[in-house]
Every structure is written in C-alpha cells, then in structure tokens.
C-alpha cells in the first residue's frame, strides 16, 4: 500500500504560480510512475502530467506544455508540480496517483494509489 498526500494548492489569480507536492508513505515509493490529475466542478477526472520513477521522463497534457513542470525526489518521498502562468481553466481538484505504469498511462482506472486532493482556485 501507498499513502499518498497533496499540499500546496489554494487561491491565486491569473498569471500567478502555484507548487503542489505529493508526499508519499507505505510501500517504495520510487518504484511507481506518479500522475498529476485534475477535476474541476461537473466535469470528469482528467491527466495533467506524470512522471517515471526515476525522474527521468516526463509527459503533459497538451494544455498545461510549457507551464506546469512535474519532478520527484524519491530521497524525500516527493513528486512536486509546479504551476506557472495558471489560468481560470486550470480551476480544479488536483490528485496525484501512483501505479506500476509507463508515462503515457493516462487513464484514471489504472492507478492503483489516489490521495485525497487540493483545491486550486485561480480567478481572473
């Protein structure tokens, strides 16, 4: 089992930056692909990013390339996304989750681990 733990979410305007972490416990860690995903009101669970276990590879949803990043420190039992130039759109509940799967694993059904989420509110 792995626990997974979201933090760093809150109230920005457009154009601000925001860093969400992903704290692990439980089983290692850096054995799992980890994935960003994002749900905003009414509308389904939806990818953002992921990242391989060993930091190396990285994948994003076409919307957010060249404004969110997605690292780990498996030292630290950490995947982080960091946000820049956020707009209202990227107005969501943002989860990560981990799974024994490749980076363009985008599906939601196929991640074995979710943590709780946090709320990130960016108005205009």
């Known amino acids: 089992q792995v626990q997974l733990v979201e933090s760093g979410g809150g109230w920005v305007q457009a154009g601000d930056s925001l860093r969400l972490s992903c704290t692990a416990s439980g089983r290692t860690f850096s054995d799992y692909t980890v994935g960003w995903f994002r749900q905003a009101p009414g509308k389904e669970r939806e990818f953002v990013a992921t990242?391989?276990?060993?930091?190396?590879?990285?994948f994003y949803e076409d919307s957010v390339k060249g404004r969110f990043t997605v690292s780990r420190d498996n030292a630290r039992n950490a995947v982080f996304l960091q946000m820049n130039s956020l707009k209202p759109e990227d107005t969501a509940v943002y989860y990560c989750?981990?799974?024994?799967?490749?980076?363009?694993?985008?599906?939601?059904?196929?991640?074995?681990?979710w943590g709780q989420g946090t709320q990130v509110t960016v108005s205009s």
């Open positions: 989750a981990a799974g024994s799967l490749g980076i363009y694993t985008i599906a939601t059904s196929k991640y074995a681990y």
């Open positions: 990242v391989s276990w060993t930091g190396g590879s990285t």
